[in-house]
C-alpha cells in the first residue's frame, strides 16, 4: 500500500525563499496495522535479535510490589531498516537496522518518573540464529507504551523550521503572515482564531507548511510544549541531530492537511500504533552527528 501526503496548500519558498537553505528532509513512517515479521521493517513486531545476545533490560526501580523487584525487560517498540527509511542515518561500524526499546514505566531520570529511551543498532546481515521467543515483560505501568503490531508505509517529505526558531527579519515575516491567516481564518469561520490553524481553507505556517505529524525519522523538532530547547551532545558538544519523532497521532485535528491522500479522517488511521506520549502526544529523540554512539537525548513534548 501506498500513502502519499497531499501537496502543501502554499509554496512556502515562494512566499519566504529565505527558507529554502532551512529545507530538510523527513521520511513519515504511516504506521498502519499488520502483520510483521522479523526482516520486516515495523512498529511492534518481532525483533531481529540474536538468540546468544542478552535482551537489553532496565535496572532502575519501578515502585512497590511485584513490578518492583530486579532488572526488567525493555519493550519492544520498532525496528528500522536504513533500506526502508531514506532519513535514517547509518549506524555505528556500518549498523543499517536500528532497534527502539523502552521501559514501560515512568520511573527514571532525576524526577524517578521520566521515560527510559534503548536505541540499538545492528549490522542485519551478521545476525545469524535468531531469538525465537523475546522475554515476557510483565506488568506495564501505562497501557499507551504498549505498541500495536505495524507495517510501515515509508514516505519522503520536504520540513521546514518550528516557528519559533525563525529569528531575525525572516522569523519577523513568517510571524506577520501567521497573524495574518489567523485573522482570516477568524473572518472565515466566525469562530475565535486559536493561533494553530485549523488544517482548513486558511493554511498556516505552523501546522500547514512546516512540519509533518506522527511518526518520522529526520527532519525538523516540533516544540509545542516547552518551547524550543538546546540538544547539544553531553559527550563532545556538538548540537545534536533529530533522528525519530514518536507520536500518539498522526495528525491532529487542526493540521489535517497532511492525512493521506488514500485515506480517510477516522481514528484507526490517527492512532494506528496505540502509543501515547507526552501531554502534546509527541517524543522527539536526538542523536550526535559527529558519532552516533555518543548517548542520545530525548524530549518529550
Known amino acids: ?24 528532509t523527513a521520511t513519515r513512517l504511516h504506521p498502519r496495522a499488520g502483520a510483521t515479521g522479523v526482516h520486516d521493517s515495523h512498529i511492534g513486531g518481532p525483533m531481529l535479535w540474536p538468540a546468544d545476545e542478552p535482551w537489553p533490560v532496565c535496572e532502575a526501580p519501578h515502585g512497590r510490589g511485584a513490578a518492583a523487584g530486579g532488572p526488567r525487560p525493555l519493550l519492544a517498540v520498532a525496528q528500522l531498516y536504513g533500506r526502508d ?10 549498523g543499517d537496522l536500528l532497534q527502539l526499546f523502552w521501559c514501560p514505566f515512568d520511573a527514571h531520570g532525576p524526577t524517578g518518573a521520566g521515560m527510559y529511551v534503548h536505541l540499538h543498532w545492528r549490522r542485519a546481515a551478521e545476525v545469524r540464529q535468531i531469538l525465537d521467543e523475546p522475554p515476557a515483560p ?24 518550528y516557528i519559533e526558531l525563525l529569528t531575525g527579519a525572516l522569523g519577523a515575516r513568517v510571524e506577520e503572515w501567521e497573524d495574518a491567516q489567523e485573522e482570516a481564518a477568524y473572518e472565515a469561520d466566525g469562530s475565535e482564531a486559536d493561533g ?22 529526520g527532519g525538523h523538532a516540533a516544540w509545542n510544549l516547552t518551547g524550543p530547547g538546546s540538544m547539544d551532545c553531553r559527550t563532545c558538544g556538538s548540537a545534536m541531530d533529530l533522528l525519530l519523532t514518536i507520536a500518539t497521532h498522526e495528525w491532529q485535528a487542526d493540521g489535517t492537511s497532511w492525512i493521506p491522500l488514500e485515506e480517510q479522517p477516522d481514528d484507526r488511521t490517527r492512532t494506528p500504533t496505540g502509543v501515547v506520549v507526552g501531554n502534546h502526544g509527541k517524543l522527539n529523540i536526538f542523536t550526535c552527528p559527529q558519532d552516533l554512539s555518543h548517548p542520545h537525548r530525548f524530549s518529550v513534548q
Open 85 to 94: 527509511v531514506p532519513d535514517l542515518p547509518a549506524g555505528p561500524d556500518g
Open 138 to 161: 510483565g506488568p506495564v505501568g501505562f497501557d499507551g507504551y504498549v505498541p500495536s503490531p505495524c507495517v510501515l508505509h515509508p514516505e519522503q517529505v520536504t520540513e521546514y523550521p
Open 1 to 24: 500500500m501506498r500513502l502519499t501526503t497531499p501537496p502543501r496548500p502554499l509554496d512556502v519558498e515562494s512566499l519566504f525563499p529565505e527558507l529554502a537553505p532551512h529545507r530538510r
Open 196 to 217: 494553530e490553524g485549523d488544517g482548513g481553507p486558511v493554511p498556516s505556517y505552523q501546522c500547514d507548511l512546516s512540519i509533518a505529524p506522527g511518526w518520522k525519522a
